[in-house]
């Protein structure tokens, strides 16, 4: 028996089809249906038949472009095409894909018996599949091994299509790198096209052709030592300036064996998942998959610190803070449209920020909207993250340009604060996160003061506050920082001409 299937988006026709003629009888039989061509792409790799009785006019996919599509595939079976339309030009496009039999509905016995008696004879002679026994005769080498490695047959129904070549060449691994597009049923010619350009980047690269469909390629490389995904690269380039593709490519896992070929393609498959947090420019590879993640909560505020870093112009820090942000959301495995929401709500937080502190900054420093739109076009975590960095950095640098005296007047504050501490130039740039001499020549273009002198003016002025209030002239040493009381007395004669006990008496100071 010859399998039938039939294809036709009005449930009656298919009901009435069934019923029409005695199929057994005709050496045929019905092993499936579908109510349009996308339903009938799916199922044909499955229900193997060697005629599909198929409407012209049906949603989604349209039955010549279901013949198409199929023939692109390597389905060598006969088709009967059934219209309500005795329009010409359908069946001059049906005869152009070697259909011989154009049928008008509604359909009548003897019509239909009459083709089915001539296909069943071309059957016969081509022997394409003498009986259903034999259920993958009428596919094509390419078909075979696209459904081995997908999973849907085992090894030893394909062993014999895949390439002999690969054979004793294994040593140091296979893996199968599938490339990833979309190209519409309209628009095979493009198919076509992507097929001869693949064929010559397999030829220059030493890689073996497994198969293709309308959304996805497959090639295999054998025995690299390294994945070069420079190649990749260049050929997802070239295959979107040439053909006008939007291309990804993912590169699944070695494997030793033919048999494990499968293992390698879900790994493959499986990638495309994971493009956005461990792929760049729309290529991942299996190498970039850590085996294990290490998740550590940090305690800290993220927002702060990267404020603090704005405020600082320390770029340094602003980018150690996001590597951290961009690694957390790795570590857990979160989804895309997660991670990019937290991206944003981060930009959004950092930018009220500054917009209350500094209201008078330009307004297009602070581009909310330019911000959130290009977020979400972005194709890659790492992407994501490198346009935040070059936010922030923008800004920080706006910041000290519109308010270039801001880290000294938190500098001076800072002495204020702990003058009576053992501070240094080198400890306040530390805390600040900025270079010593940059931050030691910036103070004194703004004070007129090295740091050092300043720090004395403010401990001396604070001193007479205390010898003021009556305090000994040894707390007082301690009080503002001074640890020998000597050394106090030097200082307090370099910059008031007379020591401190004598300050005291003059400005009557009484012991508290």
């Not at 009459?114 to 071309?122: A, C, D, P, V, W």
């Not at 602003?318 to 690694?327: G, K, R, V």
């Not at 003058?419 to 130039?425: E, L, P, S, T, V």
Request: glycine share 4%; proline share 3%; net charge negative.
């Amino acid at each position: 028996m010859y399998r039938v299937m039939i294809v036709d988006d009005e449930e009656l026709i298919r009901n009435g089809l069934k019923m029409l003629i005695d199929w057994n009888a005709c050496g045929f039989e019905i092993v499936g249906e579908a109510a349009d061509g996308r339903q009938a792409l799916a199922s044909v790799p499955l229900l193997h038949p060697d005629l599909i009785i198929t409407d012209i006019q049906m949603p989604e996919v349209n039955g010549l472009d279901l013949i198409r599509q199929l023939q692109y595939d390597g389905f060598t079976g006969s088709f009967i095409i059934i219209s309500g339309y005795a329009d010409f030009a359908y069946a001059q496009t049906a005869i152009r894909y070697g259909v011989k039999s154009y049928l008008l509905k509604p359909l009548d016995e003897r019509s239909l018996a009459g083709e089915l008696y001539s296909i069943r004879k071309e059957l016969e002679k081509s022997s394409s599949r003498p009986s259903s026994d034999a259920p993958m005769s009428s596919l094509t080498v390419e078909k075979l091994t696209e459904r081995f490695i997908t999973g849907l047959i085992p090894f030893s129904e394909a062993e014999n299509c895949l390439d002999s070549s690969i054979d004793g060449r294994t040593t140091q691994g296979m893996q199968v790198i599938l490339i990833r597009y979309s190209i519409s049923f309209e628009n095979m010619d493009t198919y076509q096209l992507l097929k001869k350009e693949l064929m010559t980047f397999l030829s220059e690269n030493n890689l073996i052709y497994l198969f293709s469909g309308n959304k996805l390629s497959a090639l295999l490389s054998i025995n690299q030592r390294h994945t070069n995904t420079l190649i990749f690269n260049r050929l997802k380039q070239h295959l979107e300036e040439t053909l006008g593709l939007y291309v990804e490519i993912s590169i699944g896992k070695k494997v030793f064996a033919k048999e494990e070929l499968p293992l390698s393609y879900q790994s493959a498959d499986s990638l495309f998942d994971k493009l956005f947090l461990y792929g760049y420019k729309g290529l991942v590879t299996a190498d970039a998959i850590p085996e294990t993640t290490d998740i550590r909560e940090e305690d800290r505020n993220l927002s702060e610190d990267l404020i603090l870093a704005i405020e600082y112009n320390n770029l340094e820090d602003i980018n150690d803070a996001l590597e951290q942000f961009q690694n957390s959301f790795i570590q857990k495995n979160l989804p895309e449209m997660e991670v990019k929401t937290e991206y944003i709500r981060l930009f959004l937080e950092i930018i009220d920020h500054f917009l209350s502190a500094y209201p008078d900054i330009k307004p297009q420093f602070y581009d909310k909207q330019d911000f959130i739109e290009k977020a979400y076009l972005k194709n890659s975590i790492i992407e994501l993250n490198a346009e935040m960095k070059a936010r922030l950095a923008s800004l920080s640098t706006d910041l000290e340009q519109f308010h270039p005296d801001n880290i000294m007047e938190k500098m001076v504050y800072y002495i204020d604060c702990n003058y009576n501490k053992n501070i240094n130039i080198t400890t306040i740039s530390q805390h600040l996160h900025y270079n010593r001499t940059y931050l030691g020549r910036k103070f004194k273009k703004y004070t007129g003061d090295f740091f050092n002198d300043y720090l004395d003016k403010v401990r001396i002025a604070k001193a007479k506050e205390l010898l003021q209030k009556g305090y000994k002239v040894y707390q007082v040493a301690e009080m503002v920082g001074y640890n020998n009381v000597d050394y106090f007395n030097a200082k307090f004669r370099k910059y008031e001409n007379i020591p401190p006990s004598q300050y005291k008496k003059q400005n009557g100071g009484v012991t508290p």
